[in-house]
């Protein structure tokens, strides 16, 4: 099959080596696409005050779950484009590309007039407190109205991770939010536009990563070539973006959703609970993206793998994942445990903030010693295509465990946002004991995207 420099066939060579080449790049890239939101925490954090650092926590919150939505149909892109990949199909790669591309623009037009009509419902529902209600509806008008851009990056992230290529996003998103750390700098220390000027910064450095990522593939002679006439929705791949992607969509929305109970649930003990949860989540996300990451690179490695019907070596794939996950964030728990108040400080320093942060983190960090494991097996299965098994196995752990725990622990037992803390790693250990018990009944095995030897359906 003819590729171009950055299709890479990761069925072949060595394990170990493909995966620490294919995952340092997209974890880092992950590192600095993370700093796009801490950036705008810590800055208007320091500059702007407590209040809005509270509402740009709160505004996050909803366009994290929309993004996350997406970025799960995104997988079933990924996952297709790697199948096919290793099976050798470019027709079925380009028609998938056609119709990811295209069915994601309808869907921002839709998200974007929907979530403008229903921000002031959505923030009241969430229980917004009135000294950061102001600062979380510009925040999350501004974000909403460039979620075209959102959308359209992680979309061509996807695609490129599909077709083996974890490298040039990277390059992308390192001038991206350089942009958005320059742009923060001016539009809340200097040009005191608080939330808001976060929210402007974030959007223009997502477009400027798509339209960066569109030239170079444009130059390159990508297999989709960005015409009017390439935007194109195929019924067949239309279905099986669907089949393999909504579950994770669906998944990704409801572990967002299960955070937006708990972001409800700090908004009912104040402003300083509420912007405590957020700098905790800021943090946590850089203290799991090496996880996350190396998950990613797992489903990227299996997909390909799976298509060329190499099943052991898939599963070779997310043990060593497991291995270089635990290797990076086992310290960094460590880290988090000696020295939790330094790390709050970084955010702000209010003494209710501090103490409300401290005590949070100290217990959702021991969710750190159990995310290699349950996202290596995400990887394993979203790779192979079971998207459903993942759907379900949030379902279980978000909905019937963290929610109720973080709600049981927080308010019926009075631990406040000490108990609210116990949701995630009592949720992730969870989802550990499903996901072990799917792996060993050898059901991953079994095909979910039907490919001929020869790559033809």
């Known amino acids: 099959m003819e590729t171009t420099a950055f299709e890479h066939n990761l069925s072949k060579g060595n394990v170990t ?9 997209f974890l880092i890239s992950n590192l600095i696409q993370s700093l796009y939101s801490v950036a705008d925490m810590v800055i208007v954090g320091q500059f702007a005050g407590t209040e809005a650092m509270s509402g740009v926590n709160i505004g996050s919150q909803a366009t994290f779950i929309i993004t996350n939505i997406v970025f799960g149909l995104c997988v079933g892109g ?21 119709t990811l591309f295209s069915g994601l623009l309808i869907l ?34 501004v974000t909403v109205s460039g979620i075209v851009f959102i959308f359209g990056y992680n979309a061509l992230s996807a695609v490129m991770r599909g077709l083996g290529d974890s490298k040039n996003p990277l390059y992308f998103v390192t001038i991206a939010c350089f942009t958005n750390i320059v742009l923060d700098l001016l539009l809340v220390a200097v040009i005191p536009l608080g939330a808001m000027g976060a929210a402007i ?17 444009r130059k390159k002679g990508f297999i989709f070539n960005f015409s009017r006439s390439s935007f194109k929705l195929h019924k067949h791949r239309v279905r099986q973006i669907i089949t393999v992607g909504l579950p994770s969509a669906i998944q990704n929305g409801t572990v967002g959703i299960s955070f937006m109970f708990l972001t409800a649930f700090a908004n009912s003990i104040g402003y300083a609970a509420s912007a405590a949860l957020g700098a905790v989540g800021k943090y946590n996300g850089f203290a799991i993206l090496p996880a996350v990451a190396i998950s990613s690179s797992v489903s990227a490695m299996v997909s390909h793998n799976i298509g060329a019907g190499e099943y052991e070596r898939a599963k070779k794939t997310m043990l060593t994942g497991m291995l270089f996950a635990m290797a990076i964030t086992y310290p960094i728990f460590i880290l988090t445990q000696l020295f939790p108040a ?5 955010f702000n320093d209010d003494p209710a903030l501090l103490a409300y942060g401290v005590e949070y983190l100290r217990v959702f960090s021991f969710d750190y010693l159990l995310v290699p494991f349950v996202f290596c097996f995400n990887g394993l299965y979203t ?49 550990l004991i ?10 991953w095995k079994k095909q979910v995207v039907v490919l001929s030897p020869h790559g033809e359906e």
């Open 201 to 217: 910064a974030t959007v223009v450095s997502q477009a400027l990563s798509m339209i960066l990522c569109i030239i170079y593939l």
């Open 108 to 141: 921002a037009a839709v998200i974007t007039a929907s979530m403008l009509i229903l921000t002031d419902p959505l923030l009241r529902l969430i229980q917004t407190p009135p000294e950061s209600y102001a600062f979380a509806k510009s925040y999350f008008i």
């Open 17 to 25: 080596a493909q995966l620490f080449r294919f995952a340092l790049p």
């Open 383 to 431: 790779g192979a295509g079971h998207t459903r098994f993942s759907l379900f196995n949030s379902l279980i752990s978000s909905v019937l465990a963290r929610v109720p725990a973080a709600y049981v622990f927080g308010f019926v037992f009075g631990w406040g946002l000490r108990g609210i803390g116990v949701g995630a790693p009592f949720a992730t250990l969870v989802a």
């Open 434 to 443: 499903v996901g072990v018990i799917f792996f060993i009944s050898g059901k």
């Open 78 to 98: 990924t996952v297709l484009i790697g199948q096919y990949m290793g099976a050798g199909n470019r027709n079925a790669i380009r028609e998938v590309i056609g």
């Open 342 to 346: 330094q790390i709050i400080k970084i």
